[in-house]
């Protein structure tokens, strides 16, 4: 069972940077599409950033295009959402996941692994 585990996150100024990690437990995973989502009070949740199995393609929403870069390092097996310039609007649970199968997606229901989140907090 691969487990992922999300760390990075926290208080922090609008206009300031937090840099997420999310380990794997397994070298499977290095194979993997990895994502990061994030959630909102009272929101679903909704698709931020993703990345091939060989760190060569990403895609992100617009709302985080030029702010957010998501980035890997398969030795480590680790996955990286760095978060510059952020936002109050950009408060909320981030979580990764993981995707066994398929090209990037953005659709959360695509994704067979998940980590339990970490909260981050953008104060005005």
């Known amino acids: 069972q691969v487990q992922l585990v999300e760390s990075g996150g926290g208080l922090v100024q609008a206009g300031g940077s937090l840099r997420l990690s999310c380990a794997a437990s397994?070298?499977?995973?290095?194979?993997?599409?990895m994502g990061w989502f994030r959630q909102a009070p009272g929101q679903e949740r909704e698709f931020v950033a993703t990345?091939?199995?060989?760190?060569?393609?990403?895609y992100y929403t617009d709302s985080v295009k030029g702010r957010f870069t998501i980035s890997r390092d398969k030795t480590k097996n680790t996955v990286y959402l760095q978060m510059n310039s952020l936002k109050p609007e950009d408060t909320a649970v981030y979580y990764c996941?993981?995707?066994?199968?398929?090209?990037?997606?953005?659709?959360?229901?695509?994704?067979?692994?998940w980590g339990p989140g970490t909260q981050v907090t953008v104060s005005s």
């Open positions: 996941a993981a995707r066994r199968v398929g090209s990037h997606s953005t659709l959360s229901f695509q994704y067979d692994y």
């Open positions: 990345i091939n199995w060989s760190g060569g393609i990403t």
């Open positions: 397994q070298r499977t995973v290095s194979n993997y599409d």
